[in-house]
């Protein structure tokens, strides 16, 4: 098992996080944010917006990773830890094991696309030759929340959409 423990700090650096995944559902996409923390530092902050940047890759954890490969000019960082928002999916976790990093922290789970401890458990795998260690449900509260509030309203926007079509067509008629 590479399951660890919440350490000292956990909770601020996925605060950070938190922050960033507000920009994501500021542009209208499904609020998850990542930071990548490297001795006491965040080397790169990613926000999800696939939609907005017309990328299927373009996910909280992929952009953090990037950022902080590029500010380390490395492709790996091996001594990094990467904090997102909500249980990464199964692109993420893969690109985690590339990037090498250490250790992932994660708020929320994710009981349908999550591949860490949910529908999948990528880092568990024999055959992949690194191991990332995890920590699941840090402010987990928060990012549930969070999340739950932008489907709610998500729905609510739908609802009254189909509630004003509905009624265009009503007058269309009479
Ligand atoms: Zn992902």
């Not at 999800?48 to 590029?70: F, K, V, W, Y």
């Not at 349908?112 to 024999?126: C, D, I, L, Y």
């Not at 191991?131 to 549930?144: E, I, K, L, S």
Request: one cysteine or more.
């Amino acid at each position: 098992m590479t399951e660890q423990q919440l350490e000292i700090g956990d909770e601020y650096w996925m605060g950070l996080a938190l922050e960033l995944a507000a920009r994501a559902e500021a542009l209208g996409e499904v609020p998850v944010g990542a930071v990548v923390v490297l001795d006491g530092k965040v080397i790169g902050e990613g926000w999800n917006q696939p939609i907005s940047g017309c990328d299927p890759t373009a996910h909280a954890e992929i952009m953090a990773l990037r950022a902080a490969a590029q500010h380390q000019r490395n492709y790996r960082l091996p001594e990094a830890e990467l904090f997102v928002t909500i249980e990464p999916c199964t692109m993420c976790a893969g690109a985690i094991v590339h990037s090498r990093v250490k250790r992932v922290v994660f708020a929320a789970s994710e009981p349908k696309a999550g591949a860490v401890v949910s529908s999948a458990q990528v880092f568990e795998r024999e055959d992949l030759n690194h191991r990332v260690d995890y920590t699941a449900g840090v402010c987990a509260q928060q990012a549930t929340d969070q999340i739950q509030a932008f489907f709610k309203r998500r729905r609510q926007e739908a609802k009254a959409a189909r509630k004003a079509r509905q009624e265009m067509e009503l007058n269309k008629k009479s």
